[in-house]
């Protein structure tokens, strides 16, 4: 779904980058092979984001075994492909199959069991997994899951042919497909031709980050290569970010209100306090992880 740009996003004073991170390769699932770009370390610093996952391979004993049924409790999921397919189940009887350039935004507030399998399409499969956290009140809601396709993501062309996929939250006037209240994330997905300039503005509160998966782009005097994260400095007086491509890039960059609450994290369940985590293990293990409270 692509428009021309309804107004442009100014930005007077650039947010500048902080640090940059690498990331991990690990595994996960049945053996995923993928790269944890940050995880518990910066949670506090990222708040309200848990976790990003990157993945991608040509090689399928690298995917394949995919991440078979496990639990979740206390947070939000966005995992979006930009090459292959990957197929979703649920105790919650919901079913998708989520193809290149879609999202999945899932919520398991009080609890699901979901499986994730890739299905091979050309041998690829490249993505990210993101983990959002929820408002402690909104921690035990019932789950939800929701799919959106390539084709009902916005998507807008702006100066210099940039090109901005608007997964979550506003840009340059135009509304993502998904809107989260409290966190009010914002998730773009930015195509960037070499030599190219794009501005997107950012509420000075907000936390923010940006990944290189293609190419390099400058912000400032600082550039960022392929494969790195890069943490924007909190800065009350930056009122957005200016990013200049070096070469042919695509960048992902995200953006929320922190929640400034306590976060405990035991494997796949994210909550306040011990005894919330150990709760969730004993509906887990009791079969009740879905059950109202």
Do not use: C
């Amino acid at each position: 779904m692509k428009t021309s740009q309804p107004y442009a996003d100014i930005v007077l004073n650039s947010r500048t980058i902080e640090q940059q991170i690498t990331g991990q390769v690990t595994s996960d699932g049945a053996g995923v092979k993928l790269t944890r770009l940050f995880g518990r370390s910066l949670q506090q610093r990222l708040d309200p984001f848990l976790m990003l996952d990157a993945f991608g391979s040509d090689s399928p004993q690298d995917y394949i075994a995919g991440f078979p049924s496990h639990p979740h409790r206390g947070f939000e999921t966005l995992t979006y492909l930009i090459a292959g397919r990957m197929r979703h189940s649920d105790n919650a009887g919901h079913q998708g199959l989520l193809e290149a350039g879609g999202i999945q935004w899932m919520t398991a507030g009080r609890g699901i069991i979901h499986s994730e399998m890739p299905e091979q399409q050309d041998g690829l499969l490249e993505g990210f997994q993101l983990w959002i956290n929820l408002p402690a009140e909104a921690k035990m809601q019932p789950a939800g899951y929701r799919d959106v396709k390539q084709a009902q993501l916005p998507e807008l062309i702006i100066a210099d042919g940039v090109a901005v996929r608007v997964i979550a939250g506003t840009s340059h006037g135009l509304n993502g497909a998904i809107q989260r209240p409290v966190t009010e994330p914002t998730i773009l997905d930015i195509r960037l031709p070499a030599g190219s300039h794009y501005s997107q503005s950012l509420p000075a509160v907000n936390n923010a980050f940006f990944v290189v998966y293609r190419g390099e782009v400058s912000v400032g005097d600082r550039s960022a290569p392929k494969g790195r994260l890069a943490v924007l400095k909190n800065d009350q007086t930056a009122d957005g970010i200016q990013m200049q491509a070096q070469q042919d890039s695509r960048v992902l960059l995200v953006s929320g209100k922190p929640l400034r609450q306590a976060i405990v994290q035991h494997g796949p369940f994210v909550m306040n306090t011990p005894a919330q985590i150990q709760q969730a293990i004993d509906d887990y293990q009791a079969g009740r992880l879905t059950a109202a409270d």
